[in-house]
């Protein structure tokens, strides 16, 4: 493998040549959504210039929209590894989610139990909390406190032949552990439940592939990969088939179509194929062998992983040496793969709040909060004194950005 080429990165993002106070912005904020290359600017403006239409018309601009709409289909099966009408657009991952819980709460009886975890975004429990409204029991999976992973003897615990399904996310927004989504799938069609993968954080980070996981349902967010705001779900054919979603009566009762509720946003679903050509093209560049796009993802995917991997200790290990701060998750590098780039700290005598504001003006974009990991906020018993300080990662940030963390958060601290 060549080695990663962050010039070259960098160079197809625009956003990043902004300056704050005459500084280069460093954006640290890549959970809560990623700037986007050059090309996934152009595919939106040109959509939006010669294609712009509904679909299925007899003329030319809705034609080209609906092979538009084709390719995206088309990238996403090669990004997820499943087949082009496997893949559901929707708004965003949040809305996908409900409009799945939805449809699955219509096969309900009062009994039956859904399993959640205290480590997941909200958009990955609310919308099964939401059952409770049809007789479900909700169930939740508690976590190890001391590295923020995923209490496996717990989830073993509680599932049984009652379980209908299990949302587990694949990597956490709030503190980056990857969890062993593939046991978690293996457990559920063990009792007969389906396992539904919130792959929002963990997909800019790693590669994924539906068949070798078996998921039933995997969803993951355009803007959080390197493109626009839109969001998709994959789903087994035979569970898309045999749903029944909530849907206008004349809109197609084929899959994917059934799921795709209302017109979907073209000029970003032009987007996202951009996004995963972008993702592609850095595979080709790193593995010039790659002959497929799918092989071309994964060799990015390889690529990307190894550079983060670099990145990660070096602002781990950095983080530990700052004077009264207090680290959440996995920090022992040996264990590295079991993590993103994404790591979650507080300080002594500052507030998150407090620490991102003096990091904001000096140009360094991170989150502060609960960025909706409200469960582990509480569990974690942070959430009424500002949740924890986030500082989330991607292939485009430098080692000198995160040298500049650390001195900024060395001064603070000596304040
Ligand atoms: C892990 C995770 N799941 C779900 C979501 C919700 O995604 P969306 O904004 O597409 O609804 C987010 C957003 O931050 C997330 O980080």
């Not at 997820?80 to 559901?88: H, P, R, S």
């Not at 708004?91 to 699955?104: D, I, K």
């Not at 508690?142 to 587990?168: G, N, S």
Request: some cysteine.
């Amino acid at each position: 493998m060549k080695d990663f080429d962050i010039r070259w990165v960098r160079a197809q993002f625009p956003a990043l040549r902004q300056e704050v106070n005459g500084r280069p912005a460093v954006f640290f904020d890549a959970p809560g959504g990623t700037q986007v290359p050059e090309r996934v600017i152009d595919a939106l403006r040109d959509y939006l210039a010669s294609s712009n239409a509904n679909t299925h018309g007899a003329f030319v601009t809705s034609r080209r929209s609906d092979e538009i709409i084709a390719n995206a289909h088309a990238a996403v099966a090669d990004l997820l590894g499943c087949d082009t009408d496997e893949v559901v657009f929707g708004p965003n991952m949040t809305t996908l989610a409900f409009a799945l819980s939805r449809a699955v709460g219509r096969e309900l009886k009062r009994g039956d139990e859904l399993i959640v975890t205290r480590l997941d975004h909200d958009a990955n429990v609310a919308p099964w909390v939401a059952l409770e409204e049809r007789g479900a029991a909700v169930r939740f999976v508690d976590i190890h406190p001391e590295d923020c992973t995923l209490d496996m003897d717990d989830l073993k615990r509680q599932i049984d032949k009652r379980t209908r399904v299990v949302a587990v996310g694949y990597a956490a927004n709030a503190v980056g552990t990857i969890n062993d989504v593939a046991e978690v799938v293996r457990l559920s069609h063990h009792v007969g439940a389906l396992a539904f993968i919130d792959a929002v954080h963990y997909a800019p980070h790693g590669p994924i592939d539906v068949r070798a996981l078996d998921c039933d349902f995997l969803a993951c967010s355009s803007y959080k990969f390197f493109g626009p705001h839109c969001g998709v779900l994959y789903g087994k054919r035979e569970h898309l088939t045999r749903l029944q979603p909530y849907k206008v009566r004349p809109a197609s009762e084929e899959i994917p179509d059934r799921w795709e509720t209302g017109t979907q946003n073209h000029e970003g679903l032009a987007g996202v194929a951009a996004a995963i050509d972008y993702v592609a093209e850095l595979g080709r560049r790193a593995s010039p062998e790659a002959s497929t796009r799918r092989a071309q993802l994964l060799a990015a995917y390889g690529a990307i992983r190894n550079y983060e991997r670099g990145l990660a200790e070096r602002l781990i290990s950095g983080l530990l040496a700052v004077p009264g701060l207090t680290f959440y998750g996995i920090r022992d590098p040996e264990r590295f793969d079991h993590r993103t780039p994404t790591v979650a700290i507080r300080m002594e005598g500052h507030t998150p709040r407090q620490l991102a504001e003096f990091l904001g003006e000096r140009g360094i974009f991170t989150w502060d909060g609960n960025y909706y990991a409200l469960r582990l906020t509480e569990r974690l018993g942070v959430e009424s004194s500002g949740g924890m300080l986030r500082i989330g990662l991607v292939h485009y940030n430098t080692a000198e950005e995160v040298d500049r963390l650390l001195g900024a958060l060395n001064e603070i601290a000596r304040t």
